[in-house]
């Protein structure tokens, strides 16, 4: 059996939610990975959100009320981040390439009445980050966004680097549902006693592996430990129509 299809079989898995995740290893050579880090590390225009020292990219999640600044602020984001890679093999198009692979579905960038949703996130946790218990849910989160009305939404993130310890992502098999709203955390996540006694996983930051996963099963990252960062690069998607997949961030 190719990788291709046993990925195909694994996928099928996470869409019935039978598991939380599954691993495509070597997506990108590391030779590739530390180009991009390179790029990336001189770039100064970084901003910050929960658990996140920098980040280069737009995030639907922090806009959820500020529709136009989402559309306005993406626009300024992917075009930086378009020439971030234009020297470079894009790894948004080989993400993309892969779960086309894995699907049989085409795959882009959401838009909205002619406006692009934001491509991707870069994510760089610097040591002592972390992020807390959350789960990610746009059809619950964003009515106001037409994402929201998409299928099975999934979540792809590709590791470019692995720092010297900590900043695991553990998975734990419980599934949100709207009960556990009332144990929401106001400024962001959940309190982390609604995963007890739930089984849990974790998957280590191997550069060059993407990691495709579930995100309405409740995760978290562990605190990264020295001076080496935990470098990813993030998009959710979902099924647009019976042939297409529309991506977002």
């Given amino acids: 059996m ?27 050579p590391e030779s590739e990975c530390v180009a991009i880090c390179k790029k990336i590390f001189s770039n100064c225009k970084t901003s910050s959100s929960p658990g996140v020292t920098s980040k280069i990219g737009t995030s639907l999640s922090s806009y959820i009320y500020e529709k136009s600044q989402y559309f306005s602020n993406s626009e300024m984001t992917n075009l930086l981040i ?8 894009s790894p948004i198009k080989k993400m993309h ?8 579905k085409q795959i882009l960038t959401a838009s909205e009445k002619g406006m692009s949703y934001s491509d991707c996130v870069i994510r760089i946790h610097k040591d002592g980050d972390s992020v807390h218990l959350h789960r990610d849910n746009s059809n619950f989160e964003m009515p106001n966004y037409d994402v929201s009305q998409c299928k099975n939404q999934l979540s ?9 310890s900590g900043g695991d992502l553990t998975l734990f098999d419980k599934k949100w549902c709207k009960d556990d709203e009332y144990m929401r955390d106001p400024e962001f996540g959940y309190q ?33 430990q020295g001076t080496k960062h935990r470098v990813s690069i993030g998009f959710f ?10 991506a977002w961030a």
């Fill in 2 to 28: 190719s990788l291709i299809q046993y990925v195909n079989s694994e996928f099928e898995d996470l869409l019935c939610e039978k598991t939380s995740s599954l691993i495509i290893p070597n997506v990108l």
């Fill in 82 to 89: 378009q020439n971030l890679f234009s020297e470079l093999s």
């Fill in 97 to 104: 390439d892969v779960i086309s692979k894995i699907t049989g």
């Fill in 156 to 164: 792809a993130i590709l590791y470019l680097q692995t720092p010297h």
């Fill in 192 to 224: 982390s006693n609604i995963v007890d006694g739930a089984t849990k996983s974790s998957i280590s930051p191997v550069v060059g592996n993407m990691v495709i996963l579930n995100p309405n099963f409740y995760h978290k990252i562990e605190s990264v």
């Fill in 237 to 246: 998607f979902a099924e647009h129509s019976s042939n297409n997949l529309c």
